[in-house]
């Protein structure tokens, strides 16, 4: 009689409510910045995580054209990288209460940035995307998407952030 070869499935992890308030309070809130360029969750699973961000005057790097600014985008990406590695780390750990999860985020930070500015951004709101490449026991590394509204690939980024 042969051997049953299949490879047992996994159930895909869905993150509590608790869970999901908590880390949109520290990206949207607690981290001023992100406020500041007004950074929007659209979604977050652990495979991506998804934001937007509206076009307003004090975001303009070019005047003349009404482009956002680089600076904006660079930010915008790098702060996708880190939530996207927020989502991974909560995934791994998800036989923890929601609330002791939200405390494994304290020494995260960036340690490389690469963004390519592909594309000018010109419209009235984007759309960023990110997801985590390969979270280690001490090192994430990214890859991040910055669109216009008509789903144009406006500029990339990798990144890599510590986790420990």
Do not use: C
């Amino acid at each position: 009689m042969p051997k049953n070869t299949a490879t047992p499935t996994t159930a895909p992890v869905v993150f509590e409510s608790e869970f999901i308030a908590g880390l949109t309070h520290i990206w949207q809130e607690a981290i001023v910045f992100n406020t500041v360029l007004g950074l929007k969750i659209s979604s977050i699973t652990p495979e991506r995580v998804v934001a937007h961000i509206a076009m307003r005057p004090e975001l303009v790097g070019h005047y003349s054209f009404n482009r956002i600014h680089g600076g904006v985008i660079s930010a915008g990406l790098d702060a996708m990288g880190g939530l996207a590695v927020m989502a991974a780390i909560g995934a791994r750990h998800m036989d923890e209460p929601p609330a002791q999860r939200l405390h494994r985020f304290v020494k995260l930070g960036t340690i490389d940035l690469r963004i390519d500015y592909l594309r000018p951004g010109i419209g009235e709101s984007f759309e960023l995307r990110a997801e985590v490449m390969r979270l280690g026991s001490r090192v994430a590394s990214t890859r991040m998407e910055f669109l216009g509204a008509d789903g144009k690939l406006l500029s990339t980024g990798a990144g890599a952030y510590i986790v420990s």
